[in-house]
């Protein structure tokens, strides 16, 4: 699905899986990388099956919070993390990290919140994605 905000310098050829942590591994899931900065609450490391945790390419804090609980639009929210992001080296390695892994095979980013749509693993998918 295409972000209105993706940058398309940014995009690599690569069809990630999105699934919710929550969920059970699949058997076409490859490589499970959750990417949100918080640990899921209620789910043991073993049960999440993760892979890769990297927590760096997530959204801050108060980006995070502003998207949830004080109505930030999207499109905005996606421009405030392509900025953070690259302002921050930590994230832009996560990004690299994220990318190598993807060219290894199979990959699938897995999120925490209750909806993918309007949540920054939809801007992750579609940087990742041609």
Same mark, same amino acid.
């Given at each position: 699905?295409?972000?209105?905000?993706?940058?398309?310098?940014? @995009?690599?050829?690569?069809?990630?899986?999105? /699934? @919710?942590?929550? %969920?059970?591994?699949?058997? !076409?899931?490859?490589?499970?990388?959750?990417?949100?900065?918080? @640990?899921?609450?209620?789910?043991?490391?073993? =049960?999440?099956?993760?892979?890769?945790?990297? &927590?760096?390419?997530?959204? #801050? *804090?108060?980006?995070?919070?502003?998207? *949830?609980?004080?109505?930030?639009?999207?499109?905005?929210?996606?421009?405030?993390?392509?900025?953070? #992001? /690259? #302002?921050?080296?930590? !994230?832009?390695?996560?990004? %690299? &990290?994220? @990318?190598?892994?993807?060219? %290894?095979?199979?990959?699938?980013?897995?999120?925490? =919140?209750?909806? %993918? !749509?309007?949540? *920054?693993?939809?801007?992750? =998918? =579609?940087?990742?994605?041609?």
């Amino acid at each position: 699905m295409p972000v209105p905000c993706a940058d398309d310098a940014m @995009r690599h050829a690569v069809q990630p899986l999105v /699934r @919710r942590v929550y %969920e059970a591994p699949g058997d !076409a899931d490859g490589c499970r990388v959750l990417v949100d900065r918080l @640990r899921p609450r209620g789910l043991t490391k073993q =049960a999440a099956a993760v892979d890769l945790w990297l &927590r760096d390419i997530a959204p #801050s *804090h108060g980006l995070r919070k502003a998207l *949830h609980t004080k109505g930030l639009a999207f499109d905005a929210f996606c421009a405030a993390y392509l900025t953070e #992001s /690259r #302002s921050e080296p930590v !994230a832009m390695a996560a990004l %690299e &990290r994220l @990318r190598a892994t993807a060219a %290894e095979g199979p990959l699938t980013l897995l999120y925490a =919140a209750r909806g %993918e !749509a309007g949540n *920054h693993v939809e801007l992750l =998918a =579609a940087l990742l994605t041609d």
